[in-house]
Structures are given as structure tokens and as C-alpha cells.
Nanobody, 128 residues
Framework: QVQLVESGGRLVQAGGSLRLSCAAS????????MGWFRQAPGKEREFVAA????????YYADSVKGRFTISRDNAKNTVYLQMNSLKPEDTAVYYC?????????????????????WGQGTQVTVSS
């Protein structure tokens, strides 16, 4: 069973930056599509960003495009989410997820049901 552990979430002021990390217990980052999702209080979990197993494709929600960047370090088996120009509406629990390459296209990677492994989440709070 793959374990994903997110870290890096904390309280930050609007306009600030954070880098979230997702460390995998097995060497899956280079063979799995990886995604970031978030869930704000009282809202459903939503797609944030994804990177294909090959690293050749990255996808972003419109709300974070141009501000967030997803990347990975295969040697460290870790996926990152660099978040810049943070807004109060970015406040949420952020989750990392892994997919055994069921398809590296946008329509697949934005769906929660695509991913079979999830982390426990890390809280990001952006104050105004």
C-alpha cells in the first residue's frame, strides 16, 4: 500500500508563498500521475493541479493558473506544489493523490475517482 505524506501547510498572509511537499513511501512518483486537490470548509474537494507520470504534462485549475506550479523530484520520490500570490480563497486542506497511469489527459486527472492513493492532507490558511 502506497503512503503519501503531505507537509508544508501553515498560516500565511495574502500575497505570500508556500511550497507543499508530498512524499511517497514507494518509488511511484516517476511511474504514477500525481495530483493535488483541496477542500475548503463547507465545500467539496476540488482539483488544483496534476503532473503526468512522464512529467510532460501539467494541468491546473483556472483559479490557480499562473500562481501555482506542480513539479516532482524522482530521486526524492516527492511531488511539490509551489503556491505564489496566495489569496484568502486558497485556504483549504490540500491533498496529494497518486494514479497508476489510467490516462495522462486533462479530463482524467481532474477527477477524484481517478486516484487510488491519497494523503492525509495539510492545512493551508491565508489571512487577509
Amino acid at each position: 500500500q502506497v503512503q503519501l505524506v503531505e507537509s508544508g501547510g501553515r498560516l500565511v498572509q495574502a500575497g505570500g508563498s508556500l511550497r507543499l511537499s508530498c512524499a511517497a513511501s514507494l518509488r511511484i512518483v516517476s511511474s504514477h500521475n500525481m495530483g493535488w486537490f483541496r477542500q475548503a470548509p463547507g465545500k467539496e474537494r476540488e482539483f488544483v493541479a496534476a503532473i503526468s507520470w512522464s512529467g510532460g504534462n501539467t494541468y491546473y485549475a483556472d483559479s490557480v493558473k499562473g500562481r501555482f506550479t506542480i513539479s516532482r523530484d524522482n530521486a526524492k520520490n516527492t511531488v511539490y506544489l509551489q503556491m505564489n500570490s496566495l489569496k484568502p480563497e486558497d485556504t483549504a486542506v490540500y491533498y496529494c493523490a497518486a494514479d497508476r497511469d489510467t490516462g495522462s489527459y486533462y479530463g482524467n486527472l481532474i477527477r477524484e475517482t481517478t486516484y487510488e492513493n491519497w494523503g492525509q492532507g495539510t492545512q493551508v490558511t491565508v489571512s487577509s
